[in-house]
């Protein structure tokens, strides 16, 4: 099989195209859409097929750049699982509520999928140094693949980034910097240190693999349904790279006459109040985001000032009919705790801006109490416990328990046994 991907575009500039065969990054500064012959991948990846093939991302591969003749670079992903969540969903009123849980791909996040592809890539170009700003999950994914492909890599984190991380990229080899700014100012210096010849810049959107990679997301989210998207998919957004993807994905799968229907899902970006560019351009009807000075969220992996692909985001809300929501920076740990004491799912306080947006627009009738809605959690939410346990009383197992007063002081209920 020869690979179906036939150029790359820019995304910003009509007919301007460039060689697939060839490793590319942006034109003019601005991010390349991969493009592919759709027809003939539907005659080959047909949807028995699909069905006989191992649960991996890598399934989808006529879809991807890589094609058969590339190996992948892989750490056995596997499909990512759709949890259907009936007791949160009747908890806030709605129809049905699932939740894409990125957190069991093998680096606990959904960054298994875009670095595990731009790794392969980088690979078969014959690059031998990697480099990105990270405000934590892509850095230390990155470093995984890295060292999966005896690559070398290197990363700046700001130092606030989780310790988890850290502990990632660093156990894995790759040359760690901590920074005392911003993902984006990082971006700069990582790529001055590209155009010195340092290193190959793999950070978000500047080069196309990464998206390809995160397409799959949305891939598995059209076969898992049955191939009848869901009515709303609400997406915790920094760099939306993913958002981007996956409205790619099932445009391409309706290019493909692989979709029951061609209405598609509406997508809602959600950031926190502490950090929401695509938020406030979006609610003032602009195309670009105006950077957010001094942004401050717990939720490490949307606290990104400028979005080099705020216009594919922006975009991609209009064209879905969605739309973008900030929530409280404050809840953010209410919302976590509520999915978790409702479904036993710790989610990424990235992931809890999307509950907290959820709330938020079915309060607004945004969205309808019988409709279909998906969350993406997109990392485990273990990996951002850095500090003590909140509220935590201590027993003193020097001393007898008077178990009448615990009962009374802690459980409040008779004995439920």
Same mark, same amino acid.
């Given at each position: 099989?020869?690979?179906?991907?036939?150029?790359?575009?820019?995304?910003?500039?009509?007919?301007?195209?460039?060689?697939?065969?060839? +490793?590319?990054? =942006?034109?003019?500064?601005?991010?390349?859409?991969?493009?592919?012959?759709?027809?003939?991948?539907?005659?080959?990846?047909?949807?028995? /097929?699909?069905?006989?093939?191992?649960?991996?991302?890598?399934?989808?591969?006529?879809?991807?750049?890589?094609?058969?003749?590339?190996?992948?670079?892989?750490?056995?992903?596997?499909?990512?699982?759709?949890?259907?969540?009936?007791?949160?969903?009747?908890?806030?009123?709605?129809?049905?509520?699932?939740?894409?849980?990125?957190?069991?791909?093998?680096?606990?996040?959904?960054?298994?999928?875009?670095?595990?592809?731009?790794? $392969?890539?980088?690979?078969?170009?014959?690059?031998?140094?990697?480099?990105?700003?990270?405000?934590?999950?892509?850095?230390?994914? =990155?470093?995984?693949?890295?060292?999966?492909?005896?690559?070398?890599?290197? /990363?700046?984190?700001?130092?606030? $980034?989780?310790?988890?991380?850290?502990?990632?990229?660093?156990?894995?080899?790759?040359?760690?910097? !901590?920074?005392?700014? &911003?993902?984006?100012?990082? @971006?700069?210096? +990582?790529?001055?240190?590209?155009?010195?010849?340092? &290193?190959?810049? +793999?950070?978000?959107?500047?080069?196309?693999?990464?998206? !390809?990679?995160?397409?799959?997301?949305?891939?598995?989210?059209?076969?898992?349904?049955?191939?009848?998207?869901?009515?709303?998919?609400?997406?915790?957004?920094?760099? @939306?790279?993913?958002?981007?993807?996956?409205?790619?994905?099932?445009?391409?799968?309706? !290019?493909?006459?692989?979709?029951?229907?061609?209405?598609?899902?509406?997508?809602?970006?959600?950031?926190?109040?502490?950090?929401?560019?695509?938020?406030?351009?979006?609610?003032?009807?602009?195309?670009?985001?105006?950077?957010?000075?001094? %942004?401050?969220?717990?939720?490490?992996?949307?606290?990104?000032? $400028?979005?080099?692909?705020?216009? =594919?985001?922006?975009?991609?809300?209009?064209?879905?009919?969605?739309?973008?929501?900030? /929530?409280?920076?404050?809840?953010?740990?209410?919302?976590?705790?509520?999915?978790?004491?409702?479904?036993?799912?710790? /989610?990424?306080?990235?992931?809890?801006?999307?509950?907290?947006?959820?709330?938020?627009?079915?309060?607004?009738?945004?969205?309808?109490?019988?409709?279909?809605?998906?969350?993406?959690?997109?990392?485990?939410?273990?990996?951002?416990?850095?500090?003590?346990?909140?509220?935590?009383?201590?027993?003193?197992?020097?001393?007898?328990?008077? &178990?009448?007063?615990?009962?009374?002081?802690?459980?409040?209920? %008779?004995?439920?046994?």
């Amino acid at each position: 099989m020869t690979r179906f991907i036939t150029h790359f575009e820019s995304a910003i500039e009509p007919g301007v195209t460039l060689d697939a065969d060839e +490793i590319q990054m =942006m034109h003019n500064d601005r991010p390349l859409w991969a493009r592919y012959d759709l027809k003939k991948v539907a005659a080959v990846m047909t949807k028995d /097929v699909l069905a006989s093939r191992p649960s991996s991302p890598w399934r989808y591969r006529e879809l991807l750049p890589l094609g058969d003749e590339i190996t992948p670079v892989s750490l056995n992903e596997s499909m990512s699982p759709i949890i259907d969540c009936d007791r949160l969903a009747a908890v806030m009123g709605v129809g049905q509520l699932h939740i894409k849980d990125e957190g069991q791909l093998p680096t606990c996040s959904f960054k298994s999928r875009g670095l595990a592809l731009a790794v $392969t890539m980088a690979r078969h170009f014959g690059i031998e140094r990697i480099a990105m700003s990270s405000n934590g999950n892509a850095g230390g994914a =990155m470093a995984m693949y890295a060292a999966r492909a005896g690559i070398e890599s290197v /990363v700046f984190m700001p130092k606030d $980034t989780p310790i988890a991380n850290k502990m990632e990229a660093y156990t894995c080899g790759a040359k760690l910097f !901590e920074t005392n700014g &911003w993902i984006d100012q990082g @971006g700069k210096r +990582i790529r001055e240190g590209h155009d010195r010849g340092l &290193w190959f810049d +793999i950070s978000t959107l500047k080069e196309p693999y990464r998206l !390809e990679g995160k397409k799959t997301m949305g891939l598995e989210i059209a076969e898992q349904f049955d191939w009848k998207l869901p009515d709303v998919v609400i997406y915790p957004t920094g760099g @939306g790279t993913a958002l981007i993807a996956m409205w790619k994905a099932f445009q391409e799968l309706r !290019e493909m006459g692989f979709l029951e229907s061609d209405t598609m899902p509406r997508f809602y970006a959600s950031q926190s109040d502490g950090c929401q560019p695509i938020v406030t351009a979006f609610n003032a009807g602009k195309r670009f985001a105006t950077r957010h000075e001094n %942004p401050q969220t717990v939720a490490s992996g949307i606290r990104v000032p $400028t979005a080099l692909g705020d216009f =594919m985001v922006i975009d991609a809300l209009r064209e879905s009919g969605g739309g973008a929501v900030a /929530v409280c920076e404050e809840k953010l740990s209410h919302w976590q705790a509520k999915v978790a004491s409702n479904e036993g799912l710790i /989610v990424c306080p990235e992931a809890a801006t999307c509950v907290g947006a959820l709330e938020t627009l079915l309060e607004d009738g945004t969205i309808g109490a019988d409709e279909r809605v998906v969350i993406v959690n997109t990392a485990a939410g273990q990996k951002y416990f850095d500090g003590a346990v909140p509220n935590v009383e201590t027993i003193d197992l020097n001393e007898e328990t008077d &178990w009448d007063s615990f009962e009374q002081q802690f459980l409040g209920s %008779p004995n439920a046994v």
